[in-house]
């Protein structure tokens, strides 16, 4: 793993990970009415890992309207440190989400994504970059830029979390992809996220052909079927952990963050098969508890702790 270092001005202490990318609020409709909570892929993993106590900075774009209020005290406590202009947004965006019987949620979206102008000059160990946030301009050329400031300086984390319905062309999303995935150590992302970006290949040979761009370690997760871990030495399946779905909204957003503390813990053994599997059962619990109640409320690490002594 690369050296930890800080980024510049950005906190009064040194964020073990700065997480960059949309936050939202989901509009979810069920049966039994409409609710409002702080959401956004990146912001949910941001916020997962200030719950495992992971030192987590976030740099995003929201209002200063109650809704931009809201996701800031929403992160705020779990313990993750805003970062300077992120609150640069006219209005913050929504992402409306309507359930099926099943938990499983269906998503539209109504988002503008542009970051304040940032200059860096020094960066945590891990940064991860996701969603919307990697694909929508004009913000899409800042989160790029700064991977590329962290490439071979941090360890860089990424997860496309594809959203079809605001990526345009798949030609065109597939290739902002693959100019993402050289800069980056650690690529996660889902079996639809796979589908979607190569229908003609099975889940592992996508994740086969994303190693082959560049970057070290691929997971393709894979729902009740568990996970599948790839890197240059070893393929790897991990069943996921069995559990009551109440629904399945912010699942994937827990998996990463448990699977980054894994990256941040895992000592000296690099990704070695029996730390890879440690990892993904680790991340596999998270999730498992996430999808068991409503909503996007991943588990913090006393709810781990009970949960692998239970």
């Given at each position: 793993?690369k050296?930890?270092?800080?980024?510049?001005?950005?906190?009064?202490?040194?964020?073990?990970?700065?997480?960059?990318?949309?936050?939202?609020?989901?509009?979810?409709?069920?049966g039994?009415?409409?609710?409002?909570?702080?959401?956004g892929?990146?912001?949910?993993?941001?916020?997962?890992?200030?719950?495992?106590?992971?030192?987590?900075?976030?740099?995003?774009?929201?209002?200063?309207?109650?809704?931009?209020?809201?996701?800031?005290?929403?992160?705020?406590?779990?313990?993750?440190?805003?970062?300077?202009?992120?609150?640069?947004?006219?209005?913050?965006?929504?992402a409306?989400?309507?359930?099926?019987?099943?938990g499983?949620?269906?998503?539209?979206?109504?988002?503008?994504?542009?970051?304040?102008?940032?200059?860096?000059?020094?960066?945590?160990?891990?940064?991860?970059?996701?969603?919307?946030a990697?694909?929508?301009?004009?913000?899409?050329?800042?989160?790029?830029?700064?991977l590329?400031?962290?490439?071979?300086?941090?360890?860089?984390?990424?997860?496309?979390?594809?959203?079809?319905?605001?990526?345009?062309?798949?030609?065109?999303?597939?290739?902002?992809?693959?100019?993402?995935?050289?800069?980056?150590?650690?690529?996660k992302?889902?079996?639809?996220?796979?589908?979607?970006?190569?229908?003609?290949?099975?889940?592992?040979?996508?994740?086969?052909?994303?190693?082959?761009?560049g970057?070290?370690?691929?997971?393709?997760?894979?729902?009740?079927?568990?996970?599948?871990?790839?890197?240059?030495?070893?393929?790897?399946?991990?069943?996921?952990?069995?559990?009551?779905?109440?629904?399945?909204?912010?699942?994937?957003d827990?998996y990463?963050?448990?699977?980054?503390?894994?990256?941040?813990?895992?000592?000296?053994?690099?990704?070695?098969?029996?730390?890879?599997?440690?990892?993904?059962r680790?991340?596999?619990?998270?999730?498992?508890?996430?999808?068991?109640?409503?909503?996007?409320?991943?588990?913090?690490?006393a709810e781990?702790?009970?949960?692998?002594?239970?």
């Open positions: 793993m050296p930890a270092a800080a980024l510049s001005g950005a906190l009064s202490g040194v964020p073990e990970v700065i997480v960059v990318g949309e936050a939202l609020i989901d509009v979810v409709h069920t039994d009415g409409v609710s409002e909570h702080p959401g892929s990146p912001a949910n993993v941001a916020y997962g890992l200030a719950r495992l106590d992971v030192s987590t900075g976030f740099l995003t774009s929201i209002g200063m309207d109650d809704r931009g209020r809201a996701i800031g005290n929403h992160l705020a406590g779990a313990g993750v440190h805003l970062l300077p202009g992120s609150r640069s947004a006219t209005a913050t965006s929504t409306t989400a309507t359930l099926a019987t099943d499983s949620a269906t998503y539209s979206f109504d988002l503008t994504w542009q970051l304040s102008p940032f200059a860096p000059t020094y960066l945590p160990g891990l940064v991860h970059a996701g969603s919307i990697s694909f929508l301009a004009p913000g899409a050329a800042g989160v790029k830029s700064l590329q400031h962290c490439a071979g300086i941090s360890t860089v984390t990424y997860d496309p979390n594809i959203r079809p319905e605001l990526l345009g062309s798949q030609h065109e999303a597939r290739t902002i992809f693959e100019d993402l995935v050289p800069l980056t150590d650690v690529v992302l889902s079996d639809e996220d796979a589908a979607w970006l190569y229908p003609r290949r099975s889940p592992e040979e996508a994740a086969r052909h994303i190693r082959g761009l970057t070290d370690l691929v997971v393709v997760t894979r729902g009740s079927e568990g996970s599948f871990l790839l890197t240059a030495e070893t393929e790897i399946s991990v069943p996921a952990v069995e559990t009551v779905v109440a629904d399945t909204i912010g699942a994937g827990a990463m963050a448990a699977l980054i503390l894994g990256l941040l813990t895992r000592g000296g053994e690099g990704l070695a098969p029996p730390v890879l599997e440690q990892i993904a680790m991340a596999s619990l998270a999730a498992a508890i996430t999808v068991g109640r409503p909503g996007a409320d991943l588990p913090s690490s781990m702790r009970a949960s692998l002594v239970s």
